[in-house]
């Protein structure tokens, strides 16, 4: 499903850049791809898998607290929403950046926190859970995002000018979504 949207969305995206005579920026066109790639993805992660999970859960710090710190459902539930949401915060971070050259974490996490309600709702009328501490664990995610983002931007100053840095940002950032839904699916196939 993943190959065949992204098929379809370059070739629209390169028709209608052709067609429109305007000029084609390979890297912001990889980059556009690699962000609404990423979203479809978390999008059917989330309303896809299958946790054992029969209640919602409105109080916050319910869940989360009661997982032991090295219990295999502590990684699952509390460090996972957390990692699956990091590229978000770095990407919207950097998608509101490259158009107003600033983006405060507050803005980041009130997107992040809509994005996560809405998922969490999707979840509770698809006969999933609701669970109040996954948008918490979710923002938070998000806010890591942009700090790493700004430390990322940080060390990117220091690579020379000749260097192709936008190329380099996305080869990165993508080696690092990758690594995180990795990562993350093996924990749930292991738990």
Not at 50 to 72: A, C, G, H, Q, V
Not at 75 to 103: S, W
Not at 147 to 172: A, C, D, N, T
Request: proline residues 3%; hydrophobic residues 50%.
């Amino acid at each position: 499903m993943v190959l065949l949207f992204s098929v379809v969305i370059s070739i629209v995206r390169l028709t209608s850049l052709i067609y429109a005579k305007e000029k084609i920026i390979l890297y912001k066109e990889m980059k556009s791809l690699v962000y609404i790639l990423y979203i479809f993805a978390l999008f059917y992660l989330v309303t896809t898998t299958d946790f054992e999970s029969f209640s919602n859960n409105f109080i916050p710090f319910k869940e989360m607290t009661r997982y032991r710190l090295t219990s295999p459902l502590f990684y699952r539930n509390v460090i996972g929403n957390i990692l699956l949401f990091l590229p978000f915060g770095y990407l919207v971070t950097d998608m509101i950046t490259e158009k107003a050259k600033k983006c405060p974490i507050l803005i980041v996490g009130i997107i992040t926190l809509i994005t996560s309600f809405t998922t969490e709702v999707i979840q509770m009328k698809i006969g999933r859970s609701f669970d109040i501490d996954d948008i918490l664990l979710n923002v938070i995610g998000g806010i890591i995002g942009v700090i790493g983002y700004k430390i990322f931007h940080k060390m990117l100053r220091q690579i020379p000018e000749s260097w192709p840095v936008h190329w380099i940002k996305l080869f990165i950032f993508m080696g690092g979504i990758f690594l995180l839904f990795m990562g993350y699916t093996w924990l749930c196939e292991v738990i």
